[in-house]
């Protein structure tokens, strides 16, 4: 029985062994996508804090008009030279603000859960944020959040939370 248990392993390790090296040398060839496109799940959305305040018709636009995207810890996905105005939020995860020598870790409900915008354009430090565990970010374009925000969507408390932590971070040169 034990002789037979042992020809079956060894026929079956056989067999497996090409698998293996085929997967380890395209995984040598294709490394793992850092940041991938990722789907926007309303129910999921809703209880995201920068969104909870959004009404189900808010939040189908917000779904319609940004990208969320799957990210790798360590992939940086935005600068402040970037110069678009685009509007990066952090959905599940954490990422860092990375400016003048310092790192600024925030998680999806704390101050630093936004990014972008007049908040870090033309602030005294330059910066960019950084994937520091693998996230789920969302990308809105600075004139989408800009409607949004004229059309009444409520990221008030959000924004002014944000504006204070990057205003304190990024504008003061120690």
Do not use: C
């Not at 090296?21 to 395209?26: C, G, H, P, Q």
């Not at 101050?111 to 972008?116: D, P, R, S």
């Not at 915008?117 to 565990?133: E, K, M, T």
């Amino acid at each position: 029985m034990f002789q037979r248990l042992s020809l079956v392993l060894l026929a079956a390790g056989a067999l497996l062994l090409p698998l293996a090296r085929y997967a380890y040398s395209f995984n040598a060839k294709h490394p793992p996508v850092a940041m991938q496109a990722s789907v926007t799940y309303l129910h999921l959305l809703r209880k995201t804090p920068f969104f909870t305040q959004l009404n189900t018709a808010q939040l189908r636009d917000m779904i319609a008009h940004a990208q969320e995207w799957e990210v790798e810890a360590g992939t940086p996905i935005a600068a402040s030279k970037d110069g678009d105005g685009a509007i990066w939020i952090l959905l599940d995860g954490g990422w860092q603000v990375e400016a003048g020598g310092k790192v600024y870790p925030a998680l999806h409900d704390e101050a630093g859960k936004w990014y972008g915008g007049v908040a870090v354009q033309g602030a005294a430090l330059p910066s960019r944020l950084v994937v520091n565990q693998h996230s789920y970010v969302m990308h809105i374009s600075a004139g989408d959040f800009a409607r949004m925000r004229e059309q009444g969507f409520d990221f008030g408390a959000h924004v002014r939370q944000g504006e204070q932590f990057y205003g304190g971070i990024l504008r003061n040169i120690d």
